[in-house]
């Protein structure tokens, strides 16, 4: 760095009226998560180089371990050198703001929980407001590329420094200005209480208190229809509506506890750009959450509307004890449909098999704005896929022209299709479906991507069923073990390692989607993590190149619930302890996107054995933990931890 510093520059914007801040200080502070930013504005002279939201553990210069959140923000600067204040640093470096409301007047000081990859270069500036002459700044200065949390007095040729502002109740605009090179930051504090300069501790550890996000801040939300929609139907909607602020068990407001009551309503809505000078209510003071559309809709427009609610505050508010304001509602717009649409046709393939026809075939139509007039499945017995000497025929079941069925029946195996053809007598839409009979249910199952069955130590005649038929087979063959192939064990150099599943560490769940492996498309990139080709390992293949907070995912399927010993090969060129290096295993939630936090983790295996040459053929280790799961096909991710180490195999034997 040119100076010990992350400058900290008071200008303090004061935006009278009601609020619309994003962060409102409770108790003293006010707590932001780093990439819940309002907005992001890059260098005024090198537009590339701006700040950006990064996953833990990825990025250009990723930190050493877990953020809050699971993200960060990151700036690149390689082109322009430093912007100190009198080069513009306010005006032209790239800066991330964050709308803010002090509720409580004071002292407040800056704390940023932050990590530098690059010293020196690692500085940045905070502003806070209108220029009332007064200059400070925050020191966040931790090399290594290790999380911390920093606060410490800059010093700039020509201004004075100062480490705390006093700041009045209101609404305020706290930017981060870029300064050097390179920096990440995980989040931030305006604080009452003074902790020091320097690096300090911030409790809980290690990230701190929870954010004090505002969400519907006394705002009517929620609109119905809603905000964005662009097909709304013109017919059907007549009436706006919204929902206001919501009340917990006890009456106390959710969205802020100083308010003290939520009144009437203020409506406008229109179909031109909104404009606070010319706007006026459709509706005034009104008790409902809703609001007749009047006239009714047009054909194909854009509707533009708001909320304004009466709020009543206590006396911990800024804005007084018993005050009632009138709180500015967010803007809200949707669309109306065309005066004609043609219908949008979905028919699904459908995998069955001969014991359970017939196959069940449904289709469903949306968008249409006139009505279904026709509907016609037909059999194509004159596909070139079609089952030879095949005796089938599909009966259309259809009650609901929005929602085409028909049934198939057939009585030989293969590949049938089936074209659904509707028409609202303005456009006709015709789709096909594959139906796919098999000889068995379990043939079905198997067939189906991703497959709905998956190798099961029990289930020895391999028919998807655990029954005695299984036993009959473990008996036949419990001498010469030629039907127990399932229970392989892995022989390599000398190590015995039992398994009921073996998993190659290349097998990986799926290539493509950053949910389940880091850097994807996995193995079609020079990013970490990859499949190297080794001759030594299980397979051929092994997982290299990686490093911390990497991941991986594998499909497995637990035969029975209960305690496993989860065995791995791995290797790592360091034979340093420190830190400790190790794989972390949880399961992955089914609903929704698995991120970090729908991770639920139940186990991890520490690493041994690195001797400094990170090679398979002398510097392999097999280490061992015990886990419990769950029984069931799930979704299994493993990360790594501490550093890095290649894999080779994962192996589980009940307990």
Known sequence: MKSLRIGMLMCLMFFAGTSLADFIEVDGQVVMEAENYDSITPDADFPAITWQVWDQGAGPAAASGACSGGKY????????????????????????????????????????????????????????????????????????????????????TGYTATRSIVLAPGDYTFSIHQRERRVNIDKLILTRTSTGSG????????FGPDETYVSNRGLAHTPVPANGNKKVNKTAVTSVSWYSPEQDENGAFKDDPNIVSVGNYDVYFRTTEPNDLTDT?????????SWIITPALAYDTTYYWRVDTRVTWDSNDFTGAGLTAIMKGREWQFKTNPEYMPPVLTFDNVRTALPILPANLAASVTE???????????????????????????TDTTTDPNNPTATLTTDKVGKYKVKLAISDGTTAVEKIAEVMVYATTCEARKAITPPAWAANYYDRDSDCLVELSDLKVFVQNWLNNTGMTAAMPYVKQGVYVPADIFIEAEA????????????????????????????????????????????????????????YTVSVMNAH???????????????????????????????????????????????????????????????????????????????????
Do not use: C
């Not at 990151?74 to 080069?87: F, K």
């Open 368 to 394: 249409n704005t006139l009505p279904i007039t026709s509907v016609a499945f037909t059999l194509l017995t004159d596909d070139v896929e079609y089952p030879a000497g095949a005796i089938a025929s599909v």
């Open 281 to 289: 209510p459709v509706s005034t003071n009104q008790a409902g959450k």
């Open 508 to 563: 990986v769940y799926s290539t493509t989607d950053p949910n389940y492996v880091t850097n994807p498309p996995f193995d079609a990139n020079d990013l970490p993590p990859r499949i190297a080709s080794k001759n030594y390992a299980s397979g051929g293949k092994i997982i290299d190149y990686t490093a911390v907070d990497h991941f991986v995912a594998y499909q497995i399927n637990i035969p029975t619930a209960g305690a």
């Open 573 to 655: 060129a360091s034979a340093s302890t420190t830190p400790a290096r190790a794989l972390a295993f949880g399961t992955i939630s089914p609903d929704g996107i698995p991120a970090n936090d729908n991770i639920t983790a139940f186990g991890s295996i520490l690493l041994t054995g690195g001797s400094g040459t990170g090679d398979y053929l002398t510097n392999f280790k097999i280490n061992s933990a015990t886990m419990t799961f769950a029984a069931g096909p799930q979704i299994v991710r493993m990360t790594w931890v501490g550093g890095a180490a290649d894999v080779d195999f994962i192996a589980l034997k009940k307990n």
């Open 73 to 156: 923000l990151h700036i690149e600067n390689t082109v322009n050198g430093t912007y100190d204040l009198a080069e513009g640093a306010l005006t032209k470096a790239a800066r991330v703001s964050y709308n803010i409301q002090i509720k409580m007047a004071g002292t407040y000081y800056v704390q940023t929980r932050g990590a530098w990859p690059v010293d020196p270069g690692n500085s940045i500036w905070f502003s806070v407001g209108t220029a009332d002459g007064q200059y400070g700044g925050v020191q966040n200065r931790l090399t290594g590329g290790l999380w911390g949390w920093w606060s410490q007095n800059a010093t700039e």
């Open 199 to 206: 690096s300090i501790t911030v409790t809980p550890a290690p």
